[in-house]
């Protein structure tokens, strides 16, 4: 904190507390100082008020409030002023944080030095690596991992930048960046609407014969650099297998037929975040255990 707002608050606070103590010296009235009788002068539709002193206990009350309020400025601190506690909400995170790295350090060095597809089979292991995706990754997959429209399912072993132990893990440390152009303008809603139909006929799904065909055309020269010629994707390019009737994006609002041209129209751009600044590698390796887990049957 800069020096002039350290003094600003060390200065509304001593304000605000010698205006506290003076209004209790100026309200204060000795008991029998003056007339018992003396009202304060307010008159309610007749009704006076005496002006009795207050209570005792009450008025030390305060006294106490004011004099707890110095001292618990005096022990942890005001503005610049460490306190006579030396206590900060800094120091103490720093001293649970040390606390829990030797708790857990160990625990965490070692899983480090099992192989990501080894780690399934061991519980603690998993169990940890859950409450990490918990924390981090629900958000977009779902507690359970099964994801959401434009989140992949991660338990379902089919995987758009692959699915081995280190494929994973290189997932979570680099993040992945799908990015499929948008072909409204080069193909038109004819191309849009013909390609559409031949992406239904890849996945086995009920299309229009004649359109698939030009679409299949066009697939060719636009599409199988990506997708491959034969559809089923590019882990280097987390292009998905289109032959799978599996799907990133199938709104459950729309048909498929809907989801597939407004993506060819649209395009798409999925973002996986990158882990490994921010959570560290051993956690990001016992994360990637827990991954694999979810799709090769943690025992
Ligand atoms: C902000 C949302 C978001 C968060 C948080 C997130 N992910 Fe992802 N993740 C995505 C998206 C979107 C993709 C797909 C990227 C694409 O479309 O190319 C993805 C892809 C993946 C993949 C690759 C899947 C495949 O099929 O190859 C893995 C593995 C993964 N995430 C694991 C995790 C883990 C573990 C965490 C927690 C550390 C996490 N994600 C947190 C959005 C997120
Ligand atoms: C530059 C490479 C590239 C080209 C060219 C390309 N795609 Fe894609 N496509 C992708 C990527 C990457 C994704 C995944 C986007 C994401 O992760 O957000 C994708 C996603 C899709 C999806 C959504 C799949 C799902 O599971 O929901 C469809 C459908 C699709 N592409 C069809 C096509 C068709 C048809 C063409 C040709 C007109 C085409 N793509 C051309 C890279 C490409």
Known sequence: MSTFWSAYIFALTGITILGLVALIFLTRRMPGSSDPEETTGHSFDG???????????????????????IGYLAWYGIGNYKGLGNWSSAGQLAAETAAH????GEIFERFAQIPVEEL???PQAVRMGQQIFINNCALC????????????NLTDDDWLYGGSGEQIKTSLIQGRRGQMPA???????TGVAAVTEYVLELSGNEHNA???????VIYSQMCSACHGPDGTGNIALGAP?????????????????????LT????????MPAWEDILGSEKVHLLAGYVYSLSHGAR
């Open 47 to 69: 009704i006076e008020e005496y002006n009795k002193p207050m209570p005792k206990w009450w008025l030390n009350m305060f006294w106490i409030t004011i004099f707890f309020g």
């Open 101 to 104: 790295e030797e708790r857990y």
């Open 120 to 122: 399934k089979d061991n």
């Open 141 to 152: 997959h779902g507690q359970t991992a099964q994801g959401y429209y434009g989140f992949p």
């Open 183 to 189: 072909w409204k303008d080069t193909l038109g809603s």
């Open 210 to 216: 004649e359109l698939a065909a030009n679409g299949e």
């Open 241 to 261: 297998n289109l032959t799978d009737n599996i799907w990133l994006y199938d709104n459950p609002e729309l048909d498929l037929k809907q989801d597939i041209t």
């Open 264 to 271: 060819l129209n649209n395009g798409r751009a999925g973002n």
